[in-house]
């Protein structure tokens, strides 16, 4: 595993290692994660992250495949969960890779699927 990552250096389509929220039992887990927002909060130390996990697992709506798994540091094949999001403070973020520009198109075309559930009306 790669040194922390300064907080303005990370964007969003990294892969990184964090240690995310598990909803399970309320408790953090270090897990591959990818960057999707940066910059969040009043000193612009959060980010957004969505769960990497093993392609092995059962698929959900809107999940990723990513392409080549080793290219961006994963040690298996796996997936981006973009149903599961969390927001993390950036300085604990572990570089790992670059999601592949192809990869990363696909996560945010599957984006908009969730984001529109967010009711409006007040």
Known sequence: MTSLVDPERISPG???WV??????DAS???????IVATGLGPAGALCWALMIT?????????????????????PVPSKVRTAKVATLEAHT?????RLSEPDWHAVKA?????????????
């Open 14 to 16: 990294d892969v990184v």
């Open 19 to 24: 240690p995310f929220p598990h909803v399970e």
């Open 28 to 34: 953090l887990h270090p897990r591959p994660a990818l």
């Open 54 to 74: 093993n392609a092995k697992r059962e698929s959900w709506p809107g999940d990723v495949l990513i392409a080549d798994h080793a290219a961006v540091g994963l």
């Open 93 to 97: 973020a572990h570089y790992l890779g």
């Open 110 to 122: 599957a984006l908009p699927s969730f984001i529109s559930r967010i009711e409006t009306s007040t």
